[in-house]
C-alpha cells in the first residue's frame, strides 16, 4: 500500500482511507469490526470518521460509529497502529447536534471530549471541520449556490470571525494533546486560503488537509482547489470517489437494489439523476471495453491525480472492501485515461 505524507505533518498515511460513515445504519458494530480487521491486514492505517455519523444521520444514529470504532479499538488493542480523522459538526441542518451551531471555542472542546470518550482514545490524530457554516456548493447544492447573500451571518466580516473563535478552540485541543492536526472539509478555496492566514496570523499550525467530494463524475477540484492544495500543502482526502455507488452503473434505469444507500437516504439520492446517468454510461462503457471493473477504474483515476493525499473508500459488504482496496495496485493506461478526458468533455458537470 502506498504511502502520503499528510500535508505539512510528518504522518505518513495510506493512500486508500477506510470511510466508516455507514456503520451503525447499513452495517452493524460486527460488520465494523470485521472491516477494521481486513483493512488492517492489508496495510491501511488511515480511517475516518464524524462525531455526526452514521449516515443517514439522525438523532437514532448520532455518535454510532465512533462508538463502533472505539469498540474495536478497546478489542483489538491497534490504536496505535492507526491513523484516525474525525469531524465536527455545526452549521448545518443536525439541530440535534449542539442546536446546529457552528463550530467555535466552547463548542470545539464539548465536541473533541465526547468523541474521545465514544472513541475510547486519548487523541484525534486529524480533527476536520465539516463544512463551512455558510453557503456552499457542496452536496448537490451547485446548481442553486449563490455567494452573494444578504443575510448578516454571511457577510465576510461574520465568518471570518468565526473562523478565528473555532481556530482558538482547536488550537486548544492541539496544546492539550487531545487533537494532533486540524483539517477542513467541504471548503471552497477563499474558504481554505482564509483558515490559513488566520491561523498564521495567530501563530497557530496551518490546516493540513482538506476533505472534498472527488471522482469522475465530480471534478470541482481540479481547477483552483488544485493549485490551494500544492501550495498550501493541503491535499485531497477525497471522499465519495464512486458518487456513492452512482458511477458503478447500478442505479440506472430506475433500479434501486434492496440494501444500497438509495434506499436509507432521507433527502432524496441526488448523485442519482438523468444527467449523471449519461456520463455513467460512457464511462461503464470506458471500463468495458478494456477489460476493467468500473469501480476500481475509477478509484485509481482518483489515485493518479497529483493532488491527492488518500482517497476515501466505503463499503457495506466485504466483498465491496476487498474489489475496493484492491483498486490500489491498478495503474491505468494512457489509453485508458485518454478514454476518460473524452467522456469528461463531454459531461464535465453532471453532477
Known amino acids: 500500500m502506498k504511502m502520503k505524507q499528510l500535508g505539512r505533518t510528518g504522518l505518513q498515511v495510506t493512500e ?25 491486514e492489508q496495510g491501511i492505517n488511515f480511517i475516518d470518521t464524524a462525531e455526526g455519523y452514521a449516515v443517514p444521520m439522525s438523532v437514532e444514529s448520532f455518535g454510532k460509529t465512533e462508538n463502533h470504532i472505539g469498540s474495536w479499538f478497546k478489542k483489538s488493542g491497534a490504536r496505535d497502529k492507526i491513523i484516525l480523522a474525525s469531524k465536527i459538526s455545526g452549521g448545518g441542518k443536525q439541530k440535534w447536534i449542539r442546536d446546529g451551531a457552528a463550530p467555535n471555542r466552547q463548542n470545539i472542546r464539548e465536541a473533541v471530549e465526547a468523541s474521545l470518550r465514544r472513541l475510547q482514545t486519548d487523541y484525534i490524530d486529524l480533527y476536520q471541520i465539516h463544512w463551512p457554516s455558510r453557503p456552499n456548493f457542496h452536496f448537490g ?12 451571518a454571511h457577510s465576510t466580516e461574520s465568518v471570518l470571525e468565526r473562523m478565528a473563535d473555532a481556530l482558538e478552540g482547536l488550537n486548544d485541543m492541539v496544546k492539550e494533546g487531545k487533537i494532533r492536526h486540524t483539517g477542513l472539509s467541504n471548503e471552497t478555496a477563499w474558504g481554505v486560503m482564509q483558515w490559513q492566514r488566520l491561523a498564521r496570523e495567530a501563530g497557530f499550525a496551518p490546516m493540513v488537509s482538506i476533505q472534498n467530494e472527488y471522482g469522475l463524475l465530480q471534478r470541482h ?28 452503473g447500478k442505479y440506472l434505469d430506475g433500479a434501486i437494489p434492496a440494501g444500497t444507500r438509495a434506499t436509507v437516504a432521507i433527502d432524496g439520492f441526488w448523485r442519482n439523476n438523468e444527467h449523471a446517468s449519461k456520463a455513467v454510461r460512457e464511462y461503464c462503457s470506458v471500463a468495458e471495453n478494456h477489460g476493467l471493473d468500473i469501480a476500481q477504474m475509477a478509484l485509481a483515476f482518483a489515485l493518479s491525480r497529483p493532488f491527492m493525499t488518500s482517497v476515501i473508500i466505503g463499503a457495506t459488504s466485504m466483498e465491496q472492501l476487498k474489489s475496493n482496496i484492491a483498486a490500489s495496485e491498478l495503474r491505468l493506461s494512457d489509453e485508458v485515461l485518454s478514454d476518460i478526458a473524452r467522456v469528461y468533455r463531454d459531461y464535465p458537470r453532471p453532477l
Open 16 to 40: 486508500i482511507c477506510l470511510g466508516t460513515m455507514t456503520w451503525g445504519a447499513q452495517n452493524s458494530e460486527a460488520d465494523a469490526h470485521a472491516q477494521l480487521d481486513y483493512a488492517l
Open 141 to 152: 447544492a451547485a446548481w442553486n449556490y449563490d455567494a452573494y447573500s444578504d443575510d448578516p
Open 221 to 248: 477540484f481540479d481547477y483552483d482547489l488544485a493549485e490551494v492544495a500544492r501550495h498550501e500543502k493541503v491535499g485531497l482526502l477525497a471522499y465519495s470517489p464512486l458518487a456513492a455507488g452512482v458511477l458503478t
